[in-house]
């Protein structure tokens, strides 16, 4: 995948994560909890009792995540504001979360659950350059890297697991680029 039109910028602060739904937090905050209580009482107990319900909770959060990055992606290609190198990126970038919302919704389906999709609006905030989108984009990016990092090793069933993985890896090297293009260091 080129990447050399992608300009890195001087100095660009480290925005917040911003908008993730109930679900997420409750989810996240879970995992968190269960780190805490490991960390104090050094019992390796899994908080989420690695269950079916749990990996549905999980797979159900993460596919939030890929439909909500799949329409940001389409918003900073509908933009217009994107050079021709950093809009293939993008298309790239969002052809790798159709993926991984249809492997979900695949499993989702085959665990008898249908899928939801995307919502009707994602508050995106203001977008009104190149550096914007590319902020957004890296911003939901890293809020996947965590979300995927944070609830992996909740996951019980190992094909699940194997898959989550390998999104992780895909969330992990758009984040690596879109930090390149905005000059934040990736480490």
Do not use: C
């Not at 805490?36 to 596919?63: E, M, P, Y």
């Amino acid at each position: 995948m080129e990447t050399s039109n992608l300009k890195p910028s001087a100095v660009v602060p480290v925005l917040e994560e911003k908008n993730f739904r109930r679900e997420w937090l409750r989810l996240a905050g879970t995992a968190s909890a269960g780190a805490i209580l490991f960390w104090l009482t050094g019992n390796s107990k899994k908080l989420f009792a690695q269950s079916v319900d749990g990996d549905l909770a999980i797979l159900t959060a993460a596919l939030y995540l890929e439909n909500e990055a799949i329409t940001a992606y389409q918003a900073g290609a509908e933009s217009n504001l994107l050079s021709p190198g950093v809009l293939k990126v993008a298309v790239a970038f969002q052809s790798d979360h159709k993926y991984h919302r249809d492997g979900i919704s695949g499993v989702l389906k085959s665990l008898g659950v249908e899928p939801t999709g995307p919502e009707k609006k994602y508050d995106f905030g203001s977008l009104h350059s190149e550096k914007d989108i590319l902020r957004l984009a890296r911003d939901r990016e890293n809020g996947a890297v965590q979300a995927y990092g944070t609830l992996a090793s909740n996951i019980m069933n190992k094909g699940v697991l194997n898959f989550s993985a390998n999104v992780l890896a895909d969330e992990v090297r758009h984040r690596t680029v879109l930090n390149a293009a905005l000059g934040i260091p990736n480490y």
